[in-house]
């Protein structure tokens, strides 16, 4: 079964502008939350993760938001720059668990 | 530099074939996990590896198998290798301290195996 539900898949966005990932998550035993980056042949890297017990977390341009009760959470970056064009992912897990992967979503800045 | 070091880092190889991926975890890591990424299937778990002894398998198909070495480092073994296997393959690695909050796992650079 689908355990995240990851949108959209893809996503142009013009550079300055903010650029808005969501994730739709199904387990209620997850309890950290990350979004992980990808650029082409490399392997991903965590860019920022919230724990449930937060509704929001910043961390430069990166904002995670966390909604426990509709099981949701989205990735936004502020200020978009073409060196954000990667593939992001988000990959909830359980404590000391696997990282269980969304689908994710092909992010593209224009200059 | 995620400190997760993988070889080899490409690797081209025709069905029926065996072959080992190697990986070594950050230094103090304890947990090891393995990761297969393909177009079809995105990123998938497949097993993971905890102080040497196995703690949980995901999607992981009978001829692959894995294990942990007492200096932590680990290797994944695909064997009767099919066209299908063709993928990138990750390994990561967490602290994991025991009975502790979860911890970042950190990646790879990835292994790229071409079945042909």
């Known amino acids: 079964q689908q355990q995240v539900k990851q949108s959209p898949q893809s996503l142009i966005v013009q550079k300055g502008g903010i650029s808005i990932i969501n994730c739709a998550y199904e387990?209620?035993?997850?309890?950290?939350f990350p979004w992980y980056q990808q650029f082409p042949g490399k392997g991903p890297a965590l860019l920022i993760a919230?724990?449930?017990?937060?509704s929001e977390k910043k961390e430069g341009r990166f904002t995670i938001s966390f909604n426990k009760s509709a099981k949701q959470f989205s990735l936004h970056i502020m200020d978009s720059q073409p060196g954000d064009s990667a593939t992001y992912f988000c990959a909830p897990l359980r404590s000391q668990g696997n990282l269980i992967f969304g689908k994710g979503t092909k992010l593209s800045v224009k200059p | 530099d995620s400190g997760v070091t993988q070889t080899p880092k490409h690797l081209i190889t025709a069905t029926g074939q065996r072959v080992t991926l190697r990986c070594s975890p950050r230094s103090g890591d304890l947990s090891v996990y393995w990761y297969q990424q393909s177009l079809d299937q995105g990123l998938q778990f497949l097993i993971q590896?905890?102080?040497?002894?196995?703690?949980a398998k995901g999607n992981i198909l009978e001829r692959f198998s894995a294990q942990q070495f007492p200096d932590l480092h680990s290797e994944l073994n695909l064997s009767s290798l099919e066209l299908g296997d063709s993928a990138l393959y990750f390994c990561?690695?967490?602290?994991?301290?025991?009975?502790?909050?979860?911890?970042?796992?950190?990646f790879g650079p990835g292994t790229r195996l071409t079945v042909l």
């Open positions: 387990n209620t035993a997850f309890d950290y």
């Open positions: 919230i724990r449930p017990d937060v």
């Open positions: 590896y905890y102080n040497g002894e196995e703690r």
């Open positions: 990561a690695s967490s602290v994991d301290r025991r009975g502790g909050r979860t911890d970042t796992q950190y």
